[in-house]
Each structure stands twice: as structure tokens, then as C-alpha cells.
């Protein structure tokens, strides 16, 4: 085919004036070649074509249905300026044309015969567009087993209605057919394949994660699935038109709120239809009408599928969305339990012979099948726990308020039902994980009650033996397989559970408690609470490595041995929960005794760093799960050692830590921790003679030392500006000397400026330190110590550095008129606080704002602010009240 396509090429060439030109529909034009030219050059290149005349009117015609077009546009047209040759026409017409021929060809596809090309049918192949159109999901990026499980959804819904159809027909006619109970079984049949169909679509679209769209598409199958199996009860209430009609809702955009009160008076409504026994014996039943028939409703696999789903989107009000799945569920089941309950006043007998009071075999045990389903419909502990995930990673300001009630929902349910309803435990550990990673501040009463709560609850659920059979009571191995799955889904740790047993990995919710007390720096007790914590890892991590213990009077079993040691247990290897407690979790800890300003708290941070210390004397399986100590571990405990009574013992043990931290090869002098040794001295030695100096500059020159080996502690600019705070805090009684060695230290640090407005070596601290110096030890010279104290002032506001202890000092030190004069009032200029570390001044007064404050800033407008402010502050007020009169109509709905 390209000999034919240079051959058309170079005849086209050959014409020096081309008679007619053609157009396709991709707006491309071509030339009309004529007869002669192709001919002469097709046989130029060896290509047989048949010599029968054809004239200009046949050469025009098939000329023009093989170019897809039927009229021909004059060789003068604007068009003819634009002619591009295209030869894909030429390539795949002919070609498909050459396929279909009957005229014999060679191996190379060469062309016996031009006139029988069938060009009335072959002639717009390339021009026509594909008129198949993709299915819908198709564009909306989601796999290929999706797309093929909702592509066998839609074929198992025509095979159900066609199976339907056909029953219906033939038990419409006259004369029945006698095939009416061989189609009845087809139609029950299809409908079981489509539950099937509906399940496999639900559970592969709702797995394709970040896409919105997916996710709707299970939410939409599964409403559909559930209306479908409502609907012949009578009592369906449109549930996809309910659910369209709240999306179309702009105030609650498809969403709802679960009622308590409703919600437990469902359940124990429900209970008792469910664990009655049924007075309908198998096979008591005689009718010669068929059953009817029903499709099977979703099973708790395909509503955790979708709740999984929502969880791990990024849709908006996700939590909102599993409440509504939760009351759609609890609505069915309900539905469901009233319709088969014998005494509701509306049984028949040929109810008796419904699909849903067929006995299925479970748990050993045979039940009606109608039971199996309420019991799928009813929420269990792994639908609570996603929608409480949902709502944790929510910042919707009721989110803790819908955590609290759906854990009070989630007690009620497993004290109704526990027994009756798989999947439902007391205090189920999922639940109380994603309730307290919720949390954001302990300061608030509800947050501190409701994580210490579950915490306390999680912990005596793991470490209890009474619980060893939580995986195993999930089910088959189906069932456990889909657990670890959750699992490994719920716990979003990045910790795998032991190959030999499924746990859940409890490590973030124990280390999540530690690090919010920790911010709760110097609340009383805190450093305790968050100790105890901490004290609860370690015994998790024992239960996890020796099993859950059961005392045993009669023997003793150690994985299948007996071991006369332990007499008196009978140690299993079931175990709940893993945990891999890491040096943070301690480090969080010691942080916290370090800010409790309690002697107590030193002796209990030494000792948890000593622990730390020995186990890294032991091999790596005998340190019973305490990691190794980290240069901000000694760091933290050597500033605890501020809180400490007697000075000359805690310098004794900050020199004892610092000698400990060098003897670790696993770790590197740091000098953060040489840092924390200087403010233990500033503490402990504050207003003595000349010890504070002196011991300071020991440990200044022992840091240059030690950093010619060690670049790790050589002394930072916050190591010199610690060193310069010991010079102004301590009583020498040569002045002379402090200043002179406070001012060698200064300008070391002044020479690594680049200019007279950088800092980056110079810090605030350091021109605070500096100038308390000279206000301490100058004072022969008045004057001078005046002079001194402006100058830094005045560099410190040209490098950014006026910080409000910067500011209280000058204008300690200078009078009312000076300080006016060279501060001026109001706001201070942007580039005097550009720098600023410390704490912060914005205004001359020393202050960061207040009452009066707008008024009085310089460079800024003050026109309307009084009445913009009053403004915010009616709006502030009237939200608080609306929200205010929005939580009592709650309480009084519920």
C-alpha cells in the first residue's frame, strides 16, 4: 500500500493544474487525479490495474465516494491554497476494499484490478465516527474490575426482569404452562445472581479510593439494591427518591442525624420478634401457590464496604452520610422483623410458605431466614466505629458531639443485643480507637471525660482474657480475612500484626493521649496521668509477647509444654492488641516532668532515662519492648534537674547524664543537651558569688574542646547567649571582667553578620543578655552605661530584634522624655519586630493590643473602625445565641 500511495503522490505532482480538488470531513483537501497519471504511475511500480476507459463522470463519482464526499468543489475555491495530503484515506479504504475483494491477489497485496474496489461500501470507512458510546463509569477513572463488575451488574438486572417477565406471562395465560414452577426457580434464581452482581459492583467500586465518584456509585447501587428488596414489603417509602430529595436539600445536602431515642427504641423493638421462637414448624406449612419472591438484602459485608468507603473519602460530611446509612439500615430491619413477626396482627397463613421462612443452617444451629436478615441489617461495632472515623477526620464543629452520641448509641446497642447480633461487642476496640483519635484539646472538659474513657476501656478490653476470642468470633476464614483487612484499614499505623496472629495496633491511640496531656504543660497531675499511660504500653506490650494469661489450678501449658515455674496459669498465646512503644512516646513524657517545676517529678524522670539507658545494655528480644534513650532524652532530664531543691545534686547529676551521654556509641553529643546544663546552672547558681560565671565558662571552653573532635557540640548562637544570661544573673566582683568576656562572646557573634540589618547569628536574647550585663556590672560609669544601652537598642531595632524584654530594659534605663523621644507612642515600626524570637512587643507600652489600641497605630487609617468593630461583636453574639437555642431544640427532639 505505500507503492500505491507514492504512486497517487507522484501523479498528483505530475499535474502542474489539478481539475478538481475534494474535501473530507475533517476539513482536509485533496486533489482529483486523473485517469491517465494513476495509471501510468501504478504500473510504474508494478501494480496491475485494468486499462477499461472510464469517463470523466465515473471518474468523478468514484472518485468522490471514495473521499466521502458526494459533490465536487471547484479547483479555484479558497481551499485549493490549503491542500495538505492526507493518504490515510488511500491506506485504510483501500485496504479494507482489498479484503473484501474477490479478485485474486498476490502475497504483497498488490491490486489486480482499480474498478473492483467496492467503493459504494468501503469509500467512508475512515471518515465515520464510532457511534458506540462508553457506559457512563467508564470516564470516571475507575479500574477495570469495577467497569467489569457493574457491566455484569447491568446484565444480571435485564436477566431478572426477563426471568420475571416470563413467570408473569405464563402465569397470566388461560392455560397456564406447565413450566410455571420450572421458571419460577429461574426467576428466584436470577435474583439471587443479582444480589450477587449488586454485592461484587458495591465491593469493587466503593474500593477505588479518592474519587468521589465511585463512591457514589456504590451509595447509589446499594440504595438501589435496598429498595429493591423493600419495595414488595409495601413499605418502602421511596428510599432512593428520600435520599435524591435530601441531596437536593441546600440547607443538609443528602445527609441526616441518627436519634438517639429513636435509634434505642428500634432496637428493643426489634429484639424481641427476633429471639422469640417461631410457631411455624418446617414443613407444617401445605399451600400450592408458589413463594414469593425476593431478592436477598445486602449483608453487613456490603454496608461496611460502603462505610469504608466514606471513611477514607474526602467528601464533605462523610459522617453525616454513614448516619443515614445506619437509620436506612435500622429501618429495614425493622420493616423486616414486623412483617414476619406472627403477631402483628396482619399474618396469614400463606405467609408461612414465604422465602423468608425458609430455615438456613448458621452457627450449627438451624434459623429462619428472614432472622439472618435483620441481623446483616443491624448496625454491629465495625459500622459504628467507620462512621465515628468518619466523623474524627471531620472539623465540622458538632463532630464531637456526634462521637459522643454515637458511642452512648453504641453502648445501648451492645447492651441490647450483644449476644444476638454478630459483630457487636461491649466496649469494641475499633470504637474507642477512632474516638480517641478524634481528639484534638484536652483542655475541654467533654474531650478530657471521653478520652480518658475509652482509653481506659480499650486497655482492660485488650489485656483482658476474657476477649482472647474476638477475631475468632468474627467468623469463618472468610470472615477473619476480611478482619485483618479491617484491620489493617481502621488502624492506618503502618504496623503489619504478627504472622501467626491478627492484632490490632494500638500504638498511635496510647501514644495520641501522651502527646495531647502533653500539651497541657504545667496543669497539675498532667506529668502523672500521661506517666500512666505510658506504664499502660509497657503492660500491653507484655500481655503481647507472653499471651493472655487464664489461671488454671489443675495444670500449667506453655505453647504445649508444661513448665513447673508458673504452677498456678495457664498461658495462651490468643492475644488482642500489638504495640511497639518508641522513644517519642518517652520523650513526651519526660517533657512533661521537665515543665512540672515538681522535685518529685525529677527523681521519676532520672529514673524512667535509666530504664532507657539499661536496656540498651540487653539484646535487642530482651529489652521487654523500652527503646533505646535519644539526645532529647538526656536533654529533657537534665532540665528537670531546674526543679530540684539542693543545687550542688543536681549539678553532680547534670554532670553525671552529660559524661552517660558521651559513653553511648548509638548516640552523638549533642548540644542541645550541653545547653540544657547551662540553664540548670542559671537556675541553681542564680545570685552567687563567682561559681555561675566560672562554671559557665568551663563548660563554654569544654565544648570548644570537645567540637575539634565532635562538630556536634560546637557552641551555637543560643549556646553563647545562655552563657552571656549566666554573666548578667551572676554577682562577680570584677565588673571589669564580665563585661569584658560578655563583650569578646558579643561581637564573635556580631563578626558572623554579613550587615548591619542581618541576623542571623545575633538573636534577640543575645542583645538582652548583653545589655543586662552592662545595666549590672557598669555602674561606675552612668553615663557610659547609658551610651552603651542605646547603642544596642539601636542595633537591635535595625536587625528586627526589639523584643518587648529589649524594650522594658531601655526604658528602665533611660527617662520618660528620652524614651518618648526615641521610641515615639503607638505602634512600633514593622522592621524593629521582623527578627524576633522571644517574646513580642507591638506597641511602646510593651503591650500586643488591647482596648484603644486601633486608634492610636500609626500609618493606618482609623475612619469606621469603631463601628466595624462593634459590627463583629453583634455577630459574635448572635452566633453564640444561635447556637445556643440550635443545641436545646436538639436535646428537646431527642
Known sequence: MTQLSSSLRAARAALKHPPTIWQNRTQQTFPLLCRDAVVSKMSHHGLAVSTRAISSTATSSSFAEMMGRAHVLSATSPLH???????????????????????????????????????????????????????????????????????????????????????????????????????????????KNLALAYSQAIKYTSRITKNEKATRAAERRLYEWMDRFMDPFGGSSVWMKENEDKKNSSDLPGTMHLNKKWMVKTIHTIMPKLTKE?????????????????????????????????????????????????????????????????????????????????????????????????????????????????????????????????????????DCCQSHIPGMYKDDPYVLFHSIKALKNLQKKEEWELGHGCLTKLHRFVTSSKNKDYFQQQGGAGEVEGAKDESKELDQTGEAPAANSQTIDVTSVYTTMIRLMARLRGKNDVAADARKVL??????????????????????????????????????????????????????????YRDSKSARDTTKAIELLQRMVDAGKKAPEDRGGVPLPTEQSFEFTIMSLANMSDGEKALEEAERLIELMQDKEYLESSVAAYNAYIIVCNRQLFGKKAQLYDKALDILNKMKEMSKTNPGVSPSPETLALVMKAFSLSDHDDHEKVIDTASDIFFQLKEQETSEKSAVALTDRAYFYMMKCVDRHLVEDPAKKKELIEEFF?????????????????????????????????????HWISNIKGPRALYTDGSKGGAGKHANRKGKSTSNWVKKKNAKDSQRETRKKDKKAKKFFKKVKA
Open 81 to 191: 491554497d490549503k491542500f495538505i495530503m492526507y493518504p490515510r484515506p488511500f491506506n485504510e479504504t483501500v485496504k479494507n476494499a482489498m479484503s473484501t475483494s474477490t479478485s485474486s491477489q498476490d502475497n504483497n497485496g498488490a491490486i489486480n484490478n482499480l474498478s473492483e474496489l467496492n467503493t459504494e461500501t468501503t469509500a467512508s470507512i475512515p471518515f465515520k465516527r464510532s457511534k458506540k458510546t462508553k457506559p457512563k463509569f467508564e470516564s470516571s477513572g475507575f479500574d477495570d474490575r469495577a467497569i467489569a463488575k457493574l457491566t455484569a451488574l447491568s446484565e444480571a438486572k435485564k436477566e431478572a426482569e426477563d426471568a420475571k417477565a416470563a413467570f408473569l406471562s405464563s402465569t397470566s395465560a388461560d392455560d397456564a404452562d406447565s413450566n410455571a414452577g420450572e421458571l419460577h426457580e429461574k426467576w428466584n434464581q436470577s435474583e
Open 278 to 414: 417461631s410457631k411455624v414448624q418446617d414443613g407444617a406449612a401445605v399451600s400450592t401457590t408458589l413463594p414469593k419472591i425476593r431478592i436477598p438484602p445486602p449483608t453487613s459485608k456490603d454496608y461496611i464496604n460502603l462505610l469504608r468507603a466514606y471513611s477514607v473519602s474526602k467528601a464533605r460530611r462523610k459522617g453525616q452520610q454513614c448516619e443515614a446509612l445506619m437509620k436506612n439500615m435500622m429501618r429495614l430491619a425493622n420493616t423486616v422483623s414486623y412483617h414476619y413477626d406472627e403477631d402483628n396482627g396482619k399474618w396469614t397463613d400463606d405467609m408461612a410458605c414465604d422465602v423468608g421462612m425458609e430455615s438456613v443452617s448458621g452457627e450449627g444451629k438451624e434459623t429462619k431466614k428472614w432472622r439472618s436478615w435483620v441481623n446483616e441489617s443491624i448496625p454491629n461495632s465495625k459500622a459504628f466505629a467507620l462512621a465515628i472515623k468518619c466523623h474524627a477526620g471531620s472539623t465540622h464543629s458538632e463532630s464531637l458531639e456526634r462521637i459522643i452520641l454515637l458511642n452512648h448509641i453504641h453502648d445501648s446497642f451492645s
Open 535 to 592: 506504664d499502660n504500653m509497657q503492660i500491653v506490650h507484655d500481655v503481647y509477647v507472653n499471651g493472655l494469661e487464664t489461671p488454671e489450678s489443675e495444670m500449667t501449658i506453655t505453647d504445649g509444654t508444661s513448665d513447673g515455674d508458673s504452677a498456678d496459669k495457664l498461658i495462651s498465646k490468643d492475644r488482642i492488641a500489638s504495640i511497639d512503644i518508641r522513644s517519642n512516646a518517652y520523650n513526651l513524657v519526660l517533657g512533661l
Open 794 to 830: 539601636s542595633e537591635a531595632c535595625q536587625r528586627g530584634l526589639c523584643s518587648a524584654n529589649i524594650l522594658s530594659l531601655f526604658r528602665q534605663s533611660v527617662s520618660k522624655e528620652d524614651f518618648h523621644l526615641t521610641v515615639g507612642e503607638g505602634r512600633l515600626a514593622d
